[in-house]
């Protein structure tokens, strides 16, 4: 069976028992969440009806007093308890607690009032199942029972009385005896009793119904917990699964693969992979020990091929060094001093300079063909022949000499079927006066004083062997040099040299070392220079070829 397909059958199981893990949880949450609402919906019916219970014994509590002490205040406290239990009065915040054993002689109130709330509408609310709300109605009605029988008291201590309608509109002396007779009589104490005996039946069943939701939701709890831990064994037991499988058809296989994958980068290709299945694992393996096959063939030509190449390389770089400037030809060059280094990349590279001397006038070239490699280095080769040839041959126009050399050079590499070209800059001296023509690097000027002044050569020619005719696009820069002044020539190697940041070394900083040095001879000048360059290159790899020459007017 396909490696995808098993591991996909088991993420799918996975996942299906991650989801079914996580809705367990929710509907554990949810059982818990449900518990807590019970309780505190137990402990708010608890509430309602300990509040009934509570106003009725403050209602017996103020008409006793009243009936005792004849004081207004009780029978006023009496009508505000029933006004504020029927939603006619406000009620006093967190009334559910001791309010009236805390009012004091004068009336000053504990706490400060809230909105009207009947109690009856308050318990509607509550949601209490039609039983035990008849119950709490029926308490409501015998506690309402017992208000008329403390209204007949307070009205007799007032000398006020039944007319036969149920208004008290009969005056008579005040009966203090009767009252108190009517609060503290056994008729007061039977209806007391049956205010609380439905009361007392409320809260049993209140009780039994929260009870048993609560023990319904904690067995689903105790259901959904223990589905939770199946699930998560289960998870756990596929997860095991996968990565036993895992480590044996894939990471097995991967870390022979990377043993095999080592012997190769030592140069071993004789170490196939010793794994065999019918999976995609087996295809990739034998794929690879197809591939390292492959790849030991081709090794053996390409040894075979690099012995070839080399040698033509090490022949081309031989011929290279062999064509440049001697320090012989150099020194006789009377009246200027030269130091030049060129230092190729990994390969034979493009760079060019030359110096050369005929009847009293130097021409120095320098310039960088495009790519590295034998091909650039056989355009250098080129390049160097033609200068000296039109050299000997006297050519001292500008536009003649570097047009005559781009058609040749463009004739040659359209028939070698390149694509390659050079920046190259031609400086003709004699006498203290330089003529500059051609397209490269900025040529720098250095005066006696230490001072560097930057000459671009953008408008002074055009890449050679790139089209047939540049002779138009070709011009010239005179200048002069006292004694004690120079020019130092570079190729792009030198200023885009880079450190490990990938920082470049630039222009500024090789005019820099040049001016602070100037005051030496042209070899400390050079070797000043090339030590910063790879001062600055570091651990970096070379890229480019390196090439410096440095000419100073003695």
């Avoid at 506690?143 to 008291?153: F, G, K």
């Avoid at 220079?529 to 651990?539: L, M, P, R, W």
Wanted: net charge negative; proline share 3%; aromatic share 6%.
């Amino acid at each position: 069976m396909q490696i995808q397909k098993i591991f996909m059958l088991l993420y799918a199981c996975l996942f299906a028992l991650l989801m079914g893990l996580l809705g367990t949880l929710g509907g554990l949450f949810r059982t818990e969440a449900g518990i807590a609402q019970s309780e505190v919906r137990r402990q708010h019916s608890q509430l309602l009806a300990d509040e009934l219970r509570q106003s009725s014994d403050d209602l017996t509590q103020m008409a006793r007093m009243y009936a005792v002490t004849g004081e207004p205040r009780f029978r006023r406290y009496f009508d505000e308890i029933l006004a504020i239990r029927n939603g006619k009065a406000p009620r006093p915040e967190h009334y559910e607690l001791v309010y009236w054993d805390l009012v004091g002689p004068n009336g000053e109130r504990p706490r400060p009032y809230g909105a009207a709330q009947a109690l009856e509408d308050r318990m509607r609310k509550e949601g209490f199942t039609a039983a035990e709300f008849a119950k709490l109605r029926e308490a409501q009605r015998n506690s309402d029972a017992l208000v008329r029988i403390e209204a007949v008291a307070m009205n007799a201590v007032e000398g006020r009385f039944d007319d036969g309608t149920g208004r008290f509109l009969r005056s008579g002396p005040p009966d203090l005896e009767l009252a108190r007779k009517l609060m503290f009589g056994n008729e007061y104490l039977e209806s007391k009793a049956q205010i609380m005996s439905p009361l007392n039946d409320f809260f049993t069943l209140v009780d039994t119904r929260t009870t048993n939701d609560i023990r319904r939701k904690e067995q689903r709890g105790r259901m959904l917990s223990s589905a939770g831990v199946l699930l998560s064994l289960l998870a756990i037991t596929i997860a095991g699964l996968t990565l036993l499988l895992l480590r044996k058809r894939v990471i097995q296989p991967l870390a022979l693969a990377g043993t095999s994958a080592k012997s190769v980068a030592g140069g071993d290709f004789s170490r196939p992979i010793e794994y065999r299945a019918k999976d995609e694992m087996g295809e990739f393996v034998s794929t690879f020990n197809g591939m390292m096959q492959q790849v030991r063939q081709m090794m053996t030509q390409l040894k075979t091929e690099n012995l070839r190449m080399g040698a033509e390389l090490d022949v081309t770089r031989r011929l290279q060094q062999m064509i440049l400037p001697t320090t012989a030809e150099l020194e006789r060059i009377g009246d200027l001093d030269f130091a030049c280094y060129m230092n190729p990349a990994d390969e034979v590279g493009g760079d060019y300079y030359d110096i050369q001397q005929h009847e009293g006038r130097v021409k120095i070239g320098i310039g960088d063909v495009t790519g590295h490699g034998l091909e650039s280095s056989v355009l250098m080769l080129m390049t160097q022949s033609i200068v000296r040839t039109l050299q000997l041959s006297g050519e001292t126009d500008p536009r003649r000499f570097l047009g005559t050399l781009n058609k040749t050079l463009y004739g040659n590499v359209c028939r070698l079927g390149s694509d390659k070209n050079l920046s190259l800059a031609i400086l003709d001296y004699s006498d203290g006066v330089v003529h500059i023509s051609g397209q490269h690097e900025e040529i720098l000027v250095a005066r006696s004083n230490g001072t560097v002044e930057r000459i671009g050569t953008l408008d002074l020619g055009f890449p050679v062997g790139l089209v047939d005719d540049i002779d138009h696009l070709v011009d010239q820069r005179t200048l002069e040099l006292q004694p004690g002044d120079g020019i130092v020539m570079y190729t792009d190697g030198v200023t885009e040299a880079e450190n490990p940041a990938g920082e470049h070394y630039g222009i500024e900083r090789l005019c820099a070392v040049i001016a602070r040095h100037w005051h030496h001879t042209a070899d400390v000048i050079r070797d000043k220079a090339i030590e910063d360059v790879y001062q600055h290159i570091g651990s970096q790899r070379v890229f480019d070829d390196v090439t410096l020459v440095v000419m100073k007017r003695r």
